[in-house]
């Protein structure tokens, strides 16, 4: 079955879903590729079933963060390296399903994003973490309508933390969307995270590998709040923020960094 329609027909089914069936739909998603539409493209097939068991062997940890390395896992093609399992679900979630023609962002990117922050909140609640922000791209490859979904490294802030907001400056520096004297440099102004830190990371790198396929002024994206868009007191959560009140509590702009690496 396509993905999408798992989250159209059944979102609160899936909102619901349990730790160990989130798990479950990665095996299954995993075994049966096709049926669910993960991209046709044998490198994210290759990639899958590190990708669920490092997500088990994470959620079997009191950290977000692996012991040892960094895992290895193809976008199309393309290396990037993950680290927590926020990461990995926005991989499962940008490589799989077929998207239809009609969607919007009410009905199809919003709710994606909520499921995504939903999902992580389930898988991660026994260690209590939760991004601070998580983001959705979307955008058009060769006619066919994509998502890549990512997250921000908050929480924990700590030593760990800097190591893979590095590994993910060094893959922005690749790709010379970051530049080398900026390794250690915030232009955000709230906190001041250095460049590698933001949701936006891995959705930019991963359109950027797409080279000429992808029109970038054309991708559009939403940058969310979890710890507010999950909040106990919104009544319905995969609605579109509607007012000027409730964006400024549960979406986010390009932060400073943002304005100057989506530019490049
Ligand atoms: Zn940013």
């Not at 990665?26 to 290759?46: M, Q, S």
């Not at 760990?160 to 922005?172: D, G, S």
């Amino acid at each position: 079955m396509p993905i999408h329609q798992a989250f159209l027909r059944d979102m609160q089914v899936a909102f619901n879903l349990s730790r160990t069936q989130i798990v479950t739909l990665f095996k299954d998603i995993r075994d049966k590729p096709n049926d669910y539409g993960v991209i046709d493209n044998a490198p994210p097939h290759a990639s899958f079933p590190s990708v669920v068991e490092r997500i088990e062997t994470l959620l079997g940890m009191n950290s977000i963060f692996p012991n040892g390395a960094a895992l290895t896992v193809s976008y199309q093609g393309t290396n990037f390296e993950f680290e927590t399992p926020f990461d990995l679900v926005g991989w499962i979630l940008s490589v799989t399903g077929h998207i239809p023609e009609d969607v919007t962002t009410a009905n199809y990117y919003y709710p994606l994003v909520i499921l995504y922050c939903q999902w992580c909140r389930t898988l991660c609640a026994r260690e209590k973490k939760e991004a601070k922000m998580v983001q959705i791209t979307w955008y058009t490859q060769g006619g066919t309508k994509r998502v890549c979904l990512g997250s921000s490294l908050d929480r924990p802030k700590g030593e760990r933390k800097e190591i893979a907001r590095t590994r993910r400056f060094n893959m922005l520096s690749r790709d010379r969307l970051a530049l080398g004297y900026e390794r250690h440099l915030p232009y955000s102004g709230d906190g001041g995270q250095p460049i590698g830190h933001c949701a936006e990371t891995f959705p930019i790198l991963f359109i950027k590998s797409l080279g000429e396929e992808v029109t970038l002024p054309d991708a559009r994206g939403i940058a969310v709040k979890p710890l507010e868009a999950l909040n106990a007191g919104m009544p319905n959560k995969f609605d579109v923020p509607d007012t000027e009140t409730l964006r400024k509590d549960l979406l986010e702009d390009p932060c400073d960094n943002c304005e100057v690496v989506l530019l490049r």
